[in-house]
């Protein structure tokens, strides 16, 4: 087997993961927005959403075979930390996408934006928050 071959299965199954997480995450988000929830709460209700089913499938299947402490406290509290960042920066972007361009562009920005942070996610994963 190839030496970056675990890292390509990791790259997959996070991908694979954050594409559930996305989609849960959005379709959240303009349920409740379309019901009239400001962009902020809705945002942060659909990656609350998101981040439990996240955490849980990365920690048991994305990063199991690192040989690390998996789903511990030391784990959840990392993945807090970087989740109110990513979260912060999602919000912003909605919010901000929502006040200039109106509600239907943040609805197509937001999975966009959140994929983008993702990227990031995954170097934060795989080095520090299931380590």
Known sequence: MPPFAPLLRQIFRYGAV??????????TFIGLTFIGTPPGP?????????ACAGFWLNGKWTFANQGTAG????????FLASWLLTTTLSTLIVSL?????????AWLVKPVADGMLAALGFAISKFWIYR
Do not use: T
Not at 18 to 27: A, E, F, N, R, T
Not at 44 to 49: C, D, F, Y
Not at 71 to 78: A, G, V
Not at 97 to 105: A, I, K, R
């Open 97 to 105: 996408v929502d006040q200039s361009h109106g509600l239907h562009w």
């Open 42 to 50: 809705a945002n942060i209700a659909g990656r609350v959403l998101g």
């Open 71 to 78: 789903l511990s406290r030391k784990s959840l509290l990392r």
């Open 18 to 27: 954050g594409v559930g997480q996305i989609g849960l995450d959005s379709l």
